[in-house]
């Protein structure tokens, strides 16, 4: 019957498993075993021991559960299953003798060496060989080094995850509240940037039920927070109290994703317009979509200020610090402000203007030199548009094209450019606007 440990080594075997075995004792040095940053212990189908005994070394293979060989000088012989090895246990009287007959035998198989020999001093090791020595001593004191710092992290590790386990429980209400509307989040993003691809087949009742569920759910997390200073951010107003830090992450992380959802509450309602509009102007829709998701970043980069604002502006820390800290703050809130200025502004002239930002409406002669046939749908052109490098293709169709590409259909130019993303697939941004 097998042991526990050679069934264990014959399954790794059979399905090809090279896990060290102490991942689940010390995780972190298994798990730097693995990788190849630490040494373990050897592994595979074949074990091998070398044993150096006087002048003389042998290496021990296990080739199998019953066979073993053993070669003198390290050199392996064929295992033709007819060798055997025989294991006598022998006593103090019996060892002595053989210590004796051994230092005999071998005093009489050494060479005789003169006197010059035995005075000869003994040569330092060559160049070569000094710097391959230096360099195995520093990587096996950088293996050192990785063992003690893997066995730190395994003797913290247990202790950092019940400190986290509760400051969850201590803030369990705020952890379910946020996990909550960053499902909501993502799932009504998926939603809306789905019917936005549909266009006029989009479903209505959809993008309705969409919206009602996010109003409903904007109202119901201010109404459960209605005494605290949740809503004051969202008029530019700083907490009534100086916030504590992790009061002040949940407050900007809840409000943040608030206006995020009434940003989606809004895009749906357009995207209900547009589907009901005669002639179905999209990129018209998607400058707008662009429009709001580019005015949605600049006021979210400016409702975290009122937050970190009274937070640093605290008297018991000095005026000295307090005014520092705050001054800092603003300076380096002011480059991310000027920064979603510009976009914004962009976003907006795209908007206003009439021409497209890519090229021109094309006339009926410019159309009929064309051929009046767009390239992208194969089909009469619809509202043709004529972009800078002279090529004319559907507005639709070559708007959709420039939601993902910068350059021409056809002679891959540079058209569009680079400085305003376009958000025309109705999607909404998911980072956190944390500072």
Not at 2 to 24: I, K, M, W
Not at 46 to 61: D, K, M, P, W, Y
Not at 218 to 223: A, D, S, T
Not at 257 to 271: I, N
């Amino acid at each position: 019957m097998d042991s526990p440990g050679t069934s264990g080594e014959v399954r790794r075997r059979r399905y090809g498993l090279q896990l060290p075995l102490n991942l689940l004792q010390t995780p972190v040095s298994g798990l730097l075993e693995l990788l190849g940053v630490l040494r373990g212990p050897s592994q595979g189908s074949e074990h091998e021991a070398t044993i150096s005994s006087g002048l003389e070394r042998i290496r021990v293979s296990s080739a199998g559960p019953d066979r073993i060989r053993v070669t003198a000088n390290g050199n392996v012989a064929a295992d033709d299953g007819a060798s055997e090895l025989s294991i006598r246990i022998i006593g103090t009287d019996e060892t002595e003798q053989i210590m004796v007959s051994d230092s005999a035998s071998t005093s009489s198989t050494l060479p005789e060496t003169s006197d010059e020999a035995v005075n000869t001093p003994h040569m330092p090791a060559s160049p070569p060989e000094a710097a391959e020595a230096a360099m195995a001593a520093t990587q096996n004191s950088r293996r050192y080094d990785f063992q003690q710092f893997s066995r730190w992290v395994e003797q913290v590790l247990p202790f950092s995850l019940l400190l986290l386990t509760v400051f969850i429980r201590q803030h369990l209400q705020g952890f379910l509240v946020t996990l909550w509307l960053s499902i909501v989040l993502k799932t009504s993003n998926d939603i809306l940037r789905k019917q936005t691809a549909l266009k006029g087949e989009r479903k209505t009742s959809i993008l309705l039920g969409v919206a009602a569920g996010l109003f409903l759910q904007i109202g119901v997390v201010y109404w459960l927070y209605r005494h605290d200073d949740l809503h004051r951010p969202l008029f530019m107003l700083p907490p009534m109290e100086i916030p504590k830090f992790w009061h002040a992450v949940f407050i900007i992380v809840v409000n943040d994703m608030m206006v995020r959802l009434g940003a989606m509450v809004l895009k749906a309602g357009l995207l209900v317009f547009y589907k009901n509009t005669r002639g179905r102007n999209y990129r018209r829709q998607g400058q707008f979509l662009t429009f709001i998701e580019y005015a949605l970043l600049l006021y979210r980069v400016l409702l975290p200020a009122p937050v970190w604002y009274r937070f640093f502006l605290n008297k018991d820390y000095g005026s000295f610090f307090s005014s520092l800290t705050t001054g800092l703050y603003l300076t380096f809130k002011l480059t991310s402000v000027l920064e979603k200025v510009h976009l914004f502004i962009a976003s907006l002239k795209a908007l206003l203007r009439r021409e497209v930002q890519y090229g021109s409406y094309a006339t009926a002669e410019e159309v009929n030199a064309a051929g009046d046939l767009c390239a992208i749908c194969q089909e009469k052109m619809h509202a043709p548009i004529l972009l800078s490098c002279k090529h004319m293709f559907c507005e639709d169709c070559v708007s959709e094209w420039f939601e993902r590409e910068r350059t021409c259909p056809l002679c891959r130019a540079i058209v569009k450019p680079a400085e305003l993303k376009s958000f025309a697939d109705g999607s909404t941004s998911l980072f956190y606007q944390m500072f």
